[in-house]
């Protein structure tokens, strides 16, 4: 299986730290977001990583280029921001033919990744793609998601003030092929996955627990709330 870290983001809510770092790369107990990743995914069963650029492009190829994985990784330079869905489809000839990962490289987690893939190849007839989700405790801040008895999304409620529920879209995906075919009939190049696209896979995104860690590092305090937490989590799976 291959693997698209969307690392291309601007980081503006971390500033004036991504003036200078690029957000894949802002470090926490002392190793680049993008270093986790790649760590947990070549762990697994992915054979290739690829990796798109933008802010402070230089730097990210600088890293990737002395990483011990770097035979695994392509990097994908982008001339412009198109989204998330749009710069799946920019890249659809490095993706299509096999189910392929898609996660936010300015996330900091650790999970199960061969338990994630298992559980897509055992997904409910229809499914198109498979979801990890966690439990909030911040829901009004979150994508909540409704399931039935299968584990089929049937509901999002994005962002909104009294969510029903608190299990949360952790924005880590497999999808099937047929996913890229869709963005495609879009006709359009900036795509973007949870508004423009995730809405319409209503009852064909099959779901999958998180059991381990997530946070998004989109704030100062969550920076530093993930400094104060991330070794001691790693020190209790190691």
């Known amino acids: 299986m291959k693997a698209f870290l969307l690392a291309a983001g601007l980081g503006t809510r971390l500033k004036p730290l991504t003036d200078r770092v690029p957000k894949c790369l802002v470090p926490v107990c002392g190793r680049p977001l993008l270093a986790y990743w790649l760590d947990l995914l070549t762990a697994h069963e992915v054979q290739q990583v690829l990796v ?13 280029a002395a990483s011990e994985h770097r035979d695994r990784i392509e990097v994908l330079p982008e001339p412009r921001l198109l989204g998330t869905g749009g710069t799946l489809l920019r890249h659809r000839a490095s993706l299509e033919g096999a189910p392929f990962l898609v996660a936010h490289a300015d996330n900091l987690t650790h999970f199960d990744v061969g338990a994630f893939m298992r559980a897509h190849e055992q997904r409910p007839q229809g499914a198109e793609m498979t979801m990890l989700t966690f439990e909030t ?10 399931l039935d008895a299968r584990g089929i999304v049937t509901a999002f409620h ?4 009294h969510p029903p529920g ?17 963005l495609a009939r879009l006709g359009k190049e900036e795509i973007d996955l949870s508004t423009e696209v995730l809405p319409r896979y209503l009852g064909r995104i099959f779901t999958h627990p998180l059991r381990g860690y997530l ?9 530093a709330a993930a400094e104060a937490e991330f070794a001691d989590y790693l020190g209790h799976v190691a």
């Open 215 to 223: 946070r998004d590092i989109g704030s100062p305090s969550a920076l």
């Open 137 to 146: 405790d911040q829901p009004s801040a979150c994508g909540i998601l409704e």
């Open 158 to 161: 994005e962002k909104v003030a």
């Open 166 to 182: 608190r299990l949360a879209n952790a924005a880590v995906y497999i999808m099937q092929p047929s996913v890229l075919q869709f």
């Open 52 to 64: 798109n650029t933008f802010h402070l492009a230089q730097q990210v190829d600088a890293f990737v």
